[in-house]
T-cell receptor
Framework: EDKVVQSPLSLVVHEGDTVTLNCSYE??????LLWYKQEKKAPTFLFML????IEKKSGRLSSILDKKELFSILNITATQTGDSAVYLC???????????FGKGTLLTVNP | NAGVMQNPRHLVRRRGQEARLRCSPM?????VYWYRQLPEEGLKFMVY????????ESGMPKERFSAEFPKEGPSILRIQQVVRGDSAAYFC?????????????FGSGTRLTVV
């Protein structure tokens, strides 16, 4: 069965800290890995990764994929209270339309 | 562009009642996907529909659950004779093309509580 495991499940930091969120996966036919941010509403897209070793960056957020070791990390530097959310990792196991999600990491950034 | 609209946002049903969840895709999107998020769990794929067609319902429970996406109007996820275990957040996503994970846009979800 396809599996996506995120760690830690929750994390509390202070504003200005840097955090690293982890996502490991076991899927039959990997196509891509996606990161989403979920506040109290719709998951919103952050990154899509298909190739190993190529960092995707958007402002203070960055992500990288290691297809050999089957994991990805999401880094957030200089965290702000607005970064508080659940961060979801999802993998496309070959269908190009169906995602397998991890349970998410709940990040709380305190002022 | 209003995005993917789901309603109601919150729905309370007594055991044995029916729940109807609605999803209006983004303008120009003709592909709809339903996911369920149980407490303490990740989102789980339920069904993929195009207009008037069910493409993949491999994640849908075999009994009591059905989905449709008619030619006109929103997609409907219907749960008959709800039980407490159906309490969850149900998310809909839409995309402009079928093989387009990158184009996925999620709605804000419907939180179903069965009492």
């Amino acid at each position: 069965e396809d599996k996506v495991v995120q760690s830690p499940l929750s994390l509390v930091v202070h504003e200005g800290d840097t955090v690293t969120l982890n996502c490991s996966y076991e899927v039959t036919n990997f196509r891509s890995l996606l990161w989403y941010k979920q506040e109290k509403k719709a998951p919103t897209f952050l990154f899509m990764l298909t190739s190993s070793g190529i960092e995707k960056k958007s402002g203070r957020l960055s992500s990288i994929l290691d297809k050999k070791e089957l994991f990805s990390i999401l880094n957030i530097t200089a965290t702000q209270t607005g970064d508080s959310a659940v961060y979801l990792c999802a993998v496309d196991p070959g269908s190009n339309y169906k995602l397998t999600f991890g349970k998410g990491t709940l990040l709380t950034v305190n002022p | 562009n209003a995005g993917v609209m789901q309603n109601p946002r919150h729905l309370v049903r007594r055991r044995g009642q029916e729940a109807r969840l609605r999803c209006s895709p983004m303008k120009g999107h003709s592909h709809v996907y339903w996911y369920r998020q149980l407490p303490e769990e990740g989102l789980k794929f339920m069904v993929y529909l195009q207009k008037e067609n069910i493409i993949d319902e491999s994640g849908m429970p075999k009994e009591r659950f059905s989905a449709e996406f008619p030619k006109e109007g929103p997609s409907i996820l219907r749960i008959q004779q709800v039980v407490r275990g159906d309490s969850a957040a149900y998310f809909c996503a839409s995309s402009p093309r079928g093989n387009d994970i990158y184009g996925y846009t999620f709605g804000s979800g419907t939180r179903l509580t069965v009492v």
